[in-house]
């Protein structure tokens, strides 16, 4: 996938028709392809960054409609943009800071006011639990920026987090800076809200017979006792192990059990089922 293009429908690899859904799945698509935390290519990180750049504009109706306008130029264009105005191309000549200085919200300089800027963040399952800093780089039409960010542990997705004063400067000070947290998919959790739900594989003896096993929580190693007469499917409720709340109760951990069998046997391990079968009067099946 290349990641000079500066065609944001390229890409996210979708037409320029393209429904606000079909944008959507072709960010989640690429998004879980192309995540640092999941693809060590060199270029991954770059290639995610363009990946959310692309999205943030085309999925946000106003920016979309301003980028399919004005194309790279954009970000010149105030908010308050009335889509029935004719495109700089068709100006007659003007210069397109000519024809922004036009529009409401510009001081006789041709200078804009302050701004709130929209940036989305991907966060691992594992930094939306513990949150803390981290560097974020933004693309403005004042250059690339970085900046240090204080992320709340316990962010859901979804969550809005406001940073005052890191958004565009204008003739009236700084606006602000909106971060619009998302979730990368993970391999072993699942999210819903603040809950957590993880599947544990345990032994067919230690389902039977019951056992105290160690699992990975994104807040560390926990042990959870798994009761005698385990089925696989079973939920055990860990309270408070989900995502952390600031104020208030933390959400739960789920551990969702998983019966595994060992692929191969050696002899005296076959014989041992082999004896447990003669034995055994239960049915599975009844």
């Known amino acids: 996938m290349a990641t000079t293009t500066t065609d ?5 690899g979708v037409e320029r ?6 944008i959507q ?3 989640r698509k690429l998004a879980r392809k192309w995540h640092p935390d999941v693809n060590q290519d060199p270029g991954a990180e770059s290639t995610f960054k363009r990946i959310n750049e692309a999205y943030e504009v085309l999925s946000d109706e106003k ?6 306008r004005f194309g790279e130029n954009w970000r010149q264009v105030p908010e308050d943009y009335d889509p029935d105005t004719p495109p700089a191309a068709d100006l007659g000549g003007f210069d397109l800071n000519d024809f922004l200085r036009g529009f409401q919200g510009f001081d ?3 200078q804009m006011p302050a701004r ?3 940036a989305e963040i991907m966060l691992s399952v594992e930094d939306a639990y513990t949150g803390g800093r981290r560097t974020l780089t933004l693309e403005t039409e004042a250059g690339v ?3 240090e ?3 709340p542990a316990g962010v859901t997705d979804g969550q809005r987090i406001r940073l005052a004063g890191l958004g565009l400067s204008g003739v009236n000070g700084k606006g602000d800076l909106y971060l619009h947290v998302r979730i990368a998919p993970h391999h072993r959790y699942r999210l819903d809200g603040r809950d957590i739900t993880m599947t544990v594989p345990i032994a067919p003896w230690e389902a039977a017979l019951g056992a105290d096993v160690t699992v990975d929580t994104p807040g560390g190693p926990v042990e959870v006792k798994v009761p005698a007469g385990s089925s696989s499917g079973r939920r055990l409720r860990l309270r408070g192990r989900g995502l952390p709340r600031p104020r208030g109760t933390a959400g739960d951990l789920y551990a969702e059990l998983k019966i595994v069998v060992p692929k191969q046997l050696s002899d005296a391990e076959r014989d041992a089922w082999q004896q447990l079968a003669a034995a055994s009067t239960f049915t599975a099946r009844r």
């Open 8 to 12: 944001y429908y390229q890409v996210l």
């Open 17 to 22: 028709a393209a429904s606000r859904d079909d």
């Open 25 to 27: 799945r072709a960010y």
């Open 63 to 68: 920016k979309r409609t301003r980028y399919d």
């Open 108 to 110: 006789g300089f041709g």
């Open 116 to 118: 709130d800027v929209d």
């Open 145 to 147: 920026r970085k900046h």
């Open 149 to 151: 960010v204080n992320i």
